[in-house]
């Protein structure tokens, strides 16, 4: 093997050489900017997000206060069911998420869309710490402003935020909706950028699997069959290694951005009432 490699000409060891420096250089920058990879975050003046709000009928809650948890419906139910408090996904801000109103309106609960620090015109860090410490806040802050019972609701990067909630054991959750899952960051991190040790350099790990096994509710696993994003063998892999009560949707045909598409009023009736216990638990 030696004196094959001593055939070789020199060219070609610059070459493989330059190659790997070029690779370790290239691992160094997706390290060092992996936040600008995860997080796509719109920023703007406290100003346009409560002129945005108002538009859509919600209000920045609180709404006198130098920070903001998010925004809640201004026109909500009277006699409210109990809260759901949603955490987005990584693009854009949550006021992008207002349709979620309509979505949810007829079911009879109060809704509370999550602004993310650094989001918005919300300040902080886009970190995992960051965001689930603030979600810790706001959860804490809704029972205590509007009472409960509390659900959680995470769509995407919302999911590991949902979770880590959940997990934390800091407030009482009585029920958990993830929409387009994944089982921990590293793991899907990996299976998306194959060609790279990217569940080695993962920095945020947003453990699904881990901060859900450390929960006791019900919890609805709803995975988009043709996601191109979050591949669905990771919402699969999470619903199988959860051991409390669940319950999982496969969404057919549906890819990361266009699940909604696909449902109607009667599916959010069933997947909201398993949490909340409106019917009986089922695979």
């Keep these: 093997m030696m004196r094959f490699a001593a055939l070789l000409p020199e060219r070609f060891w610059t070459f493989v050489c330059l190659a790997l420096a070029g690779y370790c250089a290239f691992l160094v920058l997706v390290y060092l900017t992996q936040d600008r990879i995860l997080y796509f975050p719109d920023t703007y003046p406290r100003e346009t997000a409560a002129a945005r709000a108002k538009g859509f009928h919600f209000s920045l809650w609180p709404e006198k206060t130098p920070d903001y948890h998010g925004f809640v419906e201004a026109d909500g139910p009277r006699a409210p069911k109990g809260v759901i408090l949603l955490f987005h996904g990584n693009a854009g801000a949550a006021p992008d998420r207002f349709f979620y109103g309509r979505e949810l309106a007829p079911l009879g609960y109060r809704l509370i869309l999550f602004e993310y620090p650094g989001y918005g015109a919300r300040a902080g860090q886009t970190r995992e710490a960051s965001f689930v410490a603030a ?101 699969r892999r999470l619903y199988a290694l959860l051991s409390g009560r669940k319950r999982l949707w496969l969404l057919p045909g549906a890819g990361h951005n266009t699940w909604l598409q696909g449902v109607d009023p009667s599916w959010w009736k069933d997947v909201v009432g398993f949490v909340a216990g409106e019917e009986a638990a089922g695979e």
Excluded: M
Excluded at 149 to 170: D, F, I, N, R
Excluded at 175 to 185: H, Q
Excluded at 207 to 227: F, S, T
């Design 135 to 235: 979600a810790v806040d706001a959860a804490r802050a809704a029972l205590e402003e509007f009472g409960g019972p509390l659900y959680l609701l995470g769509e995407s990067l919302g999911c590991g935020v949902a979770s880590a909630v959940a997990g934390a054991g800091q407030v009482p959750v009585a029920g958990v909706v993830l929409i387009t899952p994944w089982d921990t960051l590293p793991d899907t991190a990996q299976s998306v950028f194959w060609y790279l040790p990217a569940k080695w350099l993962t920095k945020d790990r947003y453990d699904n699997v881990r901060n859900l096994n450390r929960y006791d509710g019900p919890v609805a696993v709803v995975v988009a069959e043709q996601d191109e994003v979050i591949p669905p063998e990771r919402g």
